[in-house]
């Protein structure tokens, strides 16, 4: 009962970010996500990660960063888990043709439900982040607390989960301008058990500006578990 209020309540949210949008004077872009990454399940509740990816956006013409994000996971109960990660990414600049290193860290705590071959999933990520670039105009570092749920589906005797997620980031810290909402569309293709590949539509865009940047993207991802 209470996970489905959660869901009833997410929805709302969503259709009133995306209606609140169409509104506003956005700009609208197209770029593509790359990525690959590797698992390895240890002791039974722990998982430890390595994922690379390139995105690229204006069109998929530029490329808008590339970064690496090791990450640990410990999963002490079925419906319960923690985790932490660290990302470095190498962001382009399009004005000044320069790339600036941004580094940010992560605590996560999630919760699981599953009910047949449905999976729902909340997350809640504190994150911190920085770059070796500093402004007047941005106070390092900056804080978000990233608030996401999911639902996916596992299909009966065929290799394919089917899954949707909505995430809301929301400053920590007064005057931070930056926040963001992001809906995901993921279709993965399981080959034996070590092969997962990922296909997926994404929809994000700034809430803090009146005229934000609108992102479709269309993401593949491969990832190795073992």
């Not at 996401?148 to 089917?162: D, E, I, M, R, V």
Request: with cysteine.
């Amino acid at each position: 009962m209470m996970m489905a209020t959660m869901i009833k309540k997410w929805t709302s949210i969503c259709l009133f970010l995306l209606s609140a949008n169409i509104y506003s004077q956005a700009i609208d872009d197209f770029g593509t996500w790359w990525g690959i990454e590797v698992r390895k399940t240890f002791l039974t509740d722990f998982r430890a990660s390595f994922a690379f990816e390139t995105r690229l956006n204006q069109n998929s013409s530029n490329v808008k960063n590339v970064f690496i994000n090791p990450a640990l996971r410990y999963a002490p109960l079925k419906w319960l888990y923690v985790g932490t990660g660290y990302r470095f990414d190498n962001r382009y600049q399009q004005a000044d043709r320069y790339f600036t290193q941004r580094h940010r860290v992560n605590l996560d705590l999630g919760f699981v439900y599953e009910i047949k071959r449905f999976e729902f999933e909340y997350r809640n990520r504190f994150q911190l982040q920085w770059e070796d670039y500093y402004s007047n105009k941005v106070e390092y570092p900056l804080m978000f607390s990233r608030h996401q749920l999911a639902a996916s589906f596992k299909w009966p005797q065929l290799p394919f989960t089917s899954s949707v997620s909505g995430e809301l980031w929301l400053p920590v810290i007064q005057n931070t301008e930056l926040s963001k909402f992001r809906f995901i569309l993921c279709q993965e293709y399981r080959l034996q058990k070590l092969h997962r590949f990922q296909l997926r539509f994404v929809f994000q865009t700034d809430l803090s500006t009146p005229e934000p940047i609108r992102d479709y993207i269309i993401s593949t991802r491969y990832i190795f578990s073992f």
